[in-house]
């Protein structure tokens, strides 16, 4: 796994408040690991917590930062993507805490030019709190936007 020299508001067609992840810790050309915290001014907190269910986006984020770490690498814009759907999410927590550290991992499943399958995790002190596989599509042509999964 490489380490990740590009912030993340470079890697996801997002604006803040919206990205939630802090930053890639690595990658390599089939996985990515990346961590968020919940902190002040995290668009979702509701006084010391943030349902688990969010979990899903931060898992969306990190196939995201995967697709526009692929973009970034092939010389190609980062460019939107869609999440389709998810498969089979567990949460052995019902809310994150402000404070807490996540640990986002995303593995490539399957991948085309235009759908990708993630198998996603989330740890928290090092425990899996939330797993789901979750499915994107990136289309390769949207108007005025350039790119692909």
Not at 9 to 17: E, F, I, S, V
Not at 57 to 85: D, H, K, R, W
Not at 92 to 121: K, N, P, Q, W, Y
């Amino acid at each position: 796994m490489k380490p990740c020299p590009w912030p993340m508001t470079l890697l996801l067609p997002h604006a803040p408040p919206m990205v939630l992840l802090d930053e890639v810790v690595s990658y390599d050309d089939d996985r990515l690991a990346a961590v968020a915290t919940i902190a002040d001014g995290h668009p979702f907190l509701d006084g010391e917590k943030v349902p688990a269910h969010v979990g899903i986006e931060l898992m969306a984020q990190t196939c995201g930062a995967y697709a526009g770490i692929q973009a970034l690498v092939a010389g190609n814009p980062v460019s939107p993507g869609f999440l389709l759907g998810t498969r089979g999410f567990t949460s052995r927590t019902s809310h994150f805490r402000r404070g807490d550290r996540l640990e986002i991992a995303a593995v490539v499943v399957f991948r085309d030019a235009e759908m990708a399958s993630f198998d996603c995790e989330i740890r928290l002190d090092g425990a899996v709190v939330a797993e789901a596989r979750l499915n994107l599509h990136q289309p390769k042509r949207m108007p005025g936007v350039q790119g692909g999964v």
